[in-house]
């Protein structure tokens, strides 16, 4: 018998294609918009208006600081939400058009300001543009353990998602050479570039917003289930075994992406030096990615996710290290290996999160799909800032020439240690990383019959949170206040 069998799925809700495709939309709109936003910021503001890199850098830390704590903020909201459209569309509908309007407006910056115009213009922009980002990926994420308790059904709504990211991934290397435009100087006109962030915001907006239309919450969580007190919430999520295995395996691989991703240039540039740029490796190890994806879906048949996360993630760890190791010419196939081991991680990462969200509502009796994921964001998002520093660190130490030493010439003839250094960034380091990050997962507790009796306790729970909805609906109707209905309909609750 497969795995997926003991789960009775038959009882969990299904989720429509027509749901998948319009969650799928909402990850491509994110996925261009945070692309380009990364892609274009500093060359934007550096290269093209002349900012000084120390105001640059003021804009950053500040910045960090708040790209860490807001998603921990506004996870606790979300869950807290009442709203006659729920917990997570109003965020996801009314945000949208927001998003647009800052994305926008980053690129606006009048060329002929002053240093300190040009710095404010950029940290308040970039601030208000995450905080859309923010409350968008975080209310997008919440929807996938909520929307089925069926492992299956999340890794297929999953598998849309990362298919449709993956293509807004590509299109965000894409569209900045397109419409990026040249050097710092009076001749350059910003205008076709700033028309096209236009034309980008408002496209990708709408995507996020007609997905709010389409995507239906469980009324039973945002109206049945009381929120629990604020350091109640905080202390069952820090001190949740799973949790702490599962996001210690998040930030390993949220570091090992982030340092093989930063280095990948250097790697095309110094090491293999294709006359194809970068694109040569990167399609190496998008196309095993995208290709991999939905295979994920065999494994997960007949294996317990987090037995199938350790498989993909070792898999992974040995196509990068395989890129220290191996022959230059060589190199294309051991990052092919990488991108098919990382679309497991793509997938099953999320399941295993909302397992994790499915055994804190049996010990909590609420739904905090908010909490954890803020929880995850505030813990994971600093492995970035180290991932800049390590490779910073480490081509610092090996002797790398850079360009602005070689007289503003990149420095093709590196020194042996530098290109050691450049494979270890984009191999060694990566595949030790992921190495770390699959040890805990062997003793993740929601395993065997207890994932299986977790399933049906949920099941049984779910239940009786829609059965306590129809009569709060009757009783409401009764008392001629609103209507309360399961299927998705506005809501509306006495006082």
């Known amino acids: 018998m497969d795995f997926q069998e003991a789960l009775v799925p038959n009882q969990s809700k299904t989720i429509l294609p027509k749901v998948r495709v319009a969650f799928g939309f909402a990850s491509l709109g994110m996925a261009i918009l945070g692309g380009v936003y990364t892609a274009m910021l500093t060359k934007f503001f550096q290269d093209n208006l002349g900012l000084d890199k120390y105001w640059i850098g003021i804009a950053m830390i500040v910045y960090a600081i708040w790209n860490a704590i807001n998603d921990p903020i506004f996870g606790e909201i979300t ?8 917990r997570r569309i109003p965020y996801l509908r009314y ?36 905080t859309c980002y923010t409350i968008l990926g975080l209310v997008h994420g919440t929807l996938i353990p909520e929307l089925s308790e069926s492992d299956m059904e999340r890794g297929k709504l999953q598998i849309v998602a990362a298919l449709f990211g993956l293509l807004g991934t590509l299109l965000a290397f894409i569209i900045p050479e397109i419409v990026r435009p040249g050097g710092s100087g009076d001749n350059v006109s910003l205008t076709p570039f700033r028309i096209a962030m236009l034309i980008i915001g408002i496209v990708c907006a709408g995507f996020i917003f007609y997905s709010s239309f389409v995507l239906k919450e469980r009324k039973e969580f945002s109206v049945v289930d009381k929120p629990i007190h604020w350091w109640r919430a905080i202390k069952s999520t820090i ?10 395996t998040s930030f390993m691989c949220t570091f090992m992406f982030a340092v093989a991703m930063g280095a990948i240039f250097y790697l095309s540039d110094y090491v293999y030096q294709s006359p194809y740029g970068v694109f040569p490796l990167l399609g190496a190890l998008f196309i095993p990615l995208t290709i991999g994806v939905p295979l994920v879906t065999i494994p997960l048949k007949h294996w317990e996710p987090a037995n199938v996360w350790i498989a993909y993630l070792l898999i992974c760890a040995v196509g990068f290290s395989l890129v220290y190791f191996l022959p ?5 196939v051991a990052i092919a290996i990488a991108g098919f081991g990382y679309s497991g991680n793509l997938v099953v990462n999320y399941i295993v999160l909302s397992q994790v969200i499915d055994e804190d509502e049996i010990k909590t009796g609420v739904r905090r799909e908010g909490s954890y994921l803020g929880a995850n964001a505030l813990i994971t998002k600093p ?20 360009t602005q030493a070689n007289g503003g010439v990149p420095f093709l003839n590196q020194p042996e240690s530098a290109r050691l250094g450049i494979r270890a960034l984009v191999g060694l380091i990566p595949g030790i990383s992921l190495l770390l990050g699959a040890v805990p997962l062997f003793w993740f507790p929601i395993k065997g019959n ?14 009786r949170k829609e059965a306590q909805l129809v009569s709060m609906q009757q009783e409401s109707s009764g008392q001629g206040k609103g209507s309360l209905k399961p299927d998705g309909a506005e809501v509306e609750l006495a006082k």
């Not at 945000?95 to 002929?112: R, S």
């Not at 001190?239 to 210690?248: G, L, R």
């Not at 230059?328 to 294309?332: F, M």
């Open 79 to 86: 869950d807290r939400t009442k709203h006659r459209l729920g």
């Open 95 to 130: 945000t949208a058009p927001f998003y647009a309007i800052t994305f926008i407006a980053i690129w606006l910056c009048p060329e002929n300001a002053s240093q300190i115009l040009k710095f404010a213009w950029m940290l308040i922009s970039m601030l208000a543009y995450d």
């Open 239 to 248: 001190i949740n075994k799973s949790f702490i295995i599962y996001v210690i």
């Open 328 to 332: 230059v010419s060589l190199i294309p």
């Open 383 to 402: 492995a970035q800032s180290i991932a800049i520093y390590v490779t910073a660190l480490i081509l610092a130490e090996t002797a790398f020439v850079t």
């Open 450 to 463: 207890r994932l299986i009796d977790q399933q049906q306790t949920i099941l049984v729970m779910h239940a």
